[in-house]
């Protein structure tokens, strides 16, 4: 019990620390993630700044603003059942866009048959 009183005391950390690093990756301002995500900026802020968290639907907004599942967003930094090779490929896809993922998917899905 103890332990999830923990994990529950520190999403809000976890959140935003995820927020903007994606921001980061993907060079999108606070003003932009309003736009694209329909939200807005001020609720961007008290949500950045630990202020507050997000529903589960306005999470999802910003995700698909960004780029990304919540399972991505919610994913571990550097698993560690996963080689090299296949970090390096999650590093490289988070940071294309979503028209070049559907590309490289495209690529991928040919391969394979």
């Not at 019990?1 to 976890?14: S, V």
């Not at 921001?23 to 003003?31: A, Q, V």
């Not at 950045?48 to 907004?61: A, F, G, N, R």
């Amino acid at each position: 019990m103890m332990e999830m009183r923990c994990i529950y005391l520190h999403i809000e950390k976890y959140v935003a620390k995820n927020i903007i690093s994606l921001c980061e990756k993907r060079d999108i301002s606070k003003y932009r993630l309003s736009q694209l995500s329909g939200i807005f900026q001020s609720s961007l802020s008290r949500i950045m700044t630990q202020e507050s968290l997000p529903s589960l639907i306005t999470l999802e907004k910003i995700c698909v603003a960004l780029g990304v599942t919540l399972s991505q967003f919610f994913r571990e930094e550097n698993p560690v059942d996963l080689t090299e090779s296949q970090k390096e490929i999650l590093k490289i896809w988070d940071n294309l866009s979503t028209k070049e993922q559907e590309t490289v998917l495209a690529m991928l899905r040919g391969l394979q048959k």
